[in-house]
């Protein structure tokens, strides 16, 4: 599966310079953080993902 995310400017020159640091490709180093995200859950983040879900509802109805 493929996603597009947008970061700000601060967002992406962070992964740009840690995916340096690491050696690896930016794509790489966002793709295993959101895998190491849902590998690790926490309520926190649930929470989180039920309000940005709620926020943009409609937006996902008008998609659909």
Known sequence: M???IELSD???QALNEA????QVPEA???AAAVRDLLAHQS???DV?????FEKNQELYRRLA
């Open 48 to 52: 989180a993902a039920q309000r940005v």
């Open 10 to 12: 601060h967002q992406a």
């Open 43 to 45: 309520a926190d983040f």
């Open 28 to 30: 790489e180093l966002a």
């Open 2 to 4: 493929a996603i597009a």
């Open 19 to 22: 995916a340096s640091r690491l």
